[in-house]
Nanobody, 126 residues
Framework: EGLVVESGGGVVQTGGSLKLSCATSGFHFDTYGIGWFRQAPGKEREILSCINTRHDFTWYADSAKGRFTVSSDNAKNTVHLQMNFLTPEDTADYFC???????????????????WGQGTQVTVSS
């Protein structure tokens, strides 16, 4: 059975950076899209970015464009999310998930993903 584990969260000041990691096991890593999501207190979980490593495809939500970069380390079955210029509005729990059905791109909707990690908390102080 597949396993997904996020890491790299923490507390950072406004304008700072963090690099999150999503380690996976039990999957054909480059077959499925992997998505990054976040959920702030009292808000819906939103997708930030996704990556399909086999087809070298990435996608970003408007909230992530220009500040966040998704990448993969295929040798380690790990996907990263580099986050720059963080603001208090980025404070949330961050999750990654593996897409349910393999394809040539990656899904832009939460319902397309199974196998969620437990999340890692990011706090941006003002």
């Amino acid at each position: 059975e597949g396993l997904v584990v996020e890491s790299g969260g923490g507390v950072v000041q406004t304008g700072g950076s963090l690099k999150l990691s999503c380690a996976t096991s039990g999957f054909h890593f480059d077959t499925y899209g992997i998505g990054w999501f976040r959920q702030a207190p009292g808000k819906e979980r939103e997708i930030l970015s996704c990556i399909n490593t086999r087809h070298d495809f990435t996608w970003y939500a408007d909230s992530a464009k220009g500040r966040f970069t998704v990448s993969s380390d295929n040798a380690k079955n790990t996907v990263h999310l580099q986050m720059n210029f963080l603001t208090p509005e980025d404070t949330a729990d961050y999750f990654c998930a593996v897409e349910r059905v393999p394809g040539m791109r990656c899904g832009r909707f939460r319902s397309m993903y199974d196998y969620w990690g437990q999340g890692t908390q990011v706090t941006v102080s003002s």
